[in-house]
């Protein structure tokens, strides 16, 4: 996402905004954007007064409204940041591992998922949608189509053209079918910041408040994901109908619908009916009550019919205690035998890479996409560290012709999709949500739609492009994103 310079000065003086912004935000960029780009983004004062309420909600309202959740998540902050601190600082040599007997894709890698706390799985089918001209009019075609119920959670819900499209047919269907939104606070306030890379229709006035604007004469029902110690939920979750859902990297914007490489799953079958029960859940907590709301018994989602292959829900929820992804990813890299298939957009987790590193060296296919423009030039500094160290150890790490924001992995026979990044954010602090599938026929299909056409267009880095006398210091600041 793309932010107003005002972004930057804020952030100067709130240490944990700065942490968030970094890792998936660009500044330099806005002070280049072209008057005509501008129109779509809010004037300084409204952005001034947005990110102030903001910070107020994050603070006090969350300690008011979630005081177990900011006390978990404070203590769950504190621990990571010191362990990737040190993780990060104390070099710990070559460290021996085992090689699991099973393979990811098999039985047994299941079952070890299993054993190591990774335990919602139901039925079901997924489809891939890639990039905005995909998922966009699969998305809203669901939402014309909607008999009883259009439940949208995610990280940015914008305020430019795209986002004023999609909230007007909401605010039309309201009038029909029960619509509720939710989102990140911290996410999206930001967003609403920054102007798209690329122009919107000329005279377009964004919203200076998109939840205004999306109750203003309907029936949609918003609240905000409130965001103690400024940790955020990157969740991108949409159920319809409570019977078919989408998931992944996209959120509501310009960004996703026409600029970015992205991808998200349409999602049918059993295993629709746990993914209401996130979105309810998510949703519940995000009310009047709060955390309270978390101790009533909910009424549980009618059983979805259908059939399908085992689909894996995997979180990451420090207040929970919960890092299923970080597991899964971990033990998936650690037991694969023939190949390890990765294109993510911010890489700097030293704990992957390092898996990484002891699979290429006892001779497995590792291939890494990163972006070749990204949005973050911190991030960007970041990933050509990771890619250098990769790189030296055999790893082919090759660029993807623009911004790509896909957020998907293959081991073997076992992939996964999702929100969330290879860096310390998405692993050990913000809320997560993915999905991990060992179906043959699911996994040559994301194979097939997106891994062998991306490593078509894709070129490997060459030494110089990452070879830099500030990697050091870029892969030290990352670490900690």
């Known amino acids: 996402m793309h932010w107003h310079p005002l972004g930057r000065s804020l952030m100067l003086g709130t240490a944990g905004i700065s942490l968030f912004l970094a890792s998936c935000t660009s500044f330099e960029k806005n002070a280049r954007k072209s008057s005509e780009s501008r129109e779509q983004a809010n004037p300084l004062p409204v952005t001034g007064g947005s990110v102030a309420l903001m910070l107020f909600r994050s603070t006090a309202v969350a300690t008011v409204k979630q005081p177990v959740t900011t006390l978990r998540t404070g203590g769950a902050l504190a621990i990571n940041r010191t362990r990737e601190l040190i993780r990060s600082n104390i070099p710990l040599g070559d460290i021996p591992r085992e090689q699991p007997p099973y393979a990811p894709g098999s039985e047994a890698f299941e079952r070890a998922l299993e054993r190591n706390g990774c335990r919602r799985i139901g039925l079901g089918t997924i489809r891939p949608l890639v990039d905005g001209r995909e998922f966009f009019p699969a998305y809203l075609g669901e939402v014309k189509k909607a008999r009883k119920s259009i439940d949208t959670q995610l990280f940015i819900f914008d305020n430019d053209d795209t986002s004023v499209r999609c909230a007007d047919l909401l605010r039309a269907r309201s009038n029909e079918v029960r619509v509720r939104v939710l989102f990140d606070d911290l996410g999206s306030t930001m967003a609403h910041a920054a102007a798209p890379e690329t122009p919107g229709p000329r005279g377009f006035t964004p919203p200076s408040d998109i939840v205004d604007y999306l109750q203003r004469g309907s029936k949609v029902r918003v609240r905000r994901s409130l965001n103690p110690w400024l940790v955020s939920d990157h969740t991108k979750l949409i159920v319809i109908d409570q019977k078919r859902a989408f998931l992944g990297g996209m959120n509501i914007g310009r960004e996703y619908e026409s600029e970015w490489h992205d991808l998200m799953v349409q999602v049918d ?145 076992w992939a996964t999709v999702g929100s969330a ?17 060992n179906d043959p026929a699911m996994v040559r299909l994301v194979e097939k739609r997106i891994f062998e056409p991306d490593l078509r267009k894709s070129r490997p880095f060459r030494p110089s492009e990452v070879d830099r006398p500030l990697n050091p210091v870029a892969e030290a600041v990352a670490d900690h994103f």
């Open 269 to 413: 079958g059993p295993v629709v009916a746990q993914l209401q029960r996130q979105f309810n859940r998510a949703w519940r907590k995000a009310g009047p009550s709060g955390d309270l709301a978390l101790f009533r018994s909910p009424r549980r989602p009618r059983p979805v019919p259908g059939e399908g292959a085992p689909l894996r829900i995997l979180r990451t929820d420090p207040a929970e205690g919960t890092y299923e992804i970080m597991t899964a990813f971990r033990l998936a890299i650690r037991a694969s035998q023939r190949r390890i298939w990765i294109e993510n957009p911010y890489f700097s987790s030293d704990d992957i890479a390092d898996e990484l590193i002891a699979a290429a060296k006892r001779g497995v296919d590792v291939r890494v996409i990163l972006p070749t423009r990204g949005d973050s030039g911190l991030m960007e500094a970041g990933n050509r560290a990771t890619a250098q160290t990769l790189m030296a150890a055999g790893v082919k790490v090759l660029r993807y012709p623009g911004m790509t924001h896909m957020k998907i992995m293959i081991c073997d026979g």
């Open 421 to 437: 990044n290879l860096d310390v954010l998405s692993l050990r602090i913000n809320k997560e949500l993915n999905l991990a599938f």
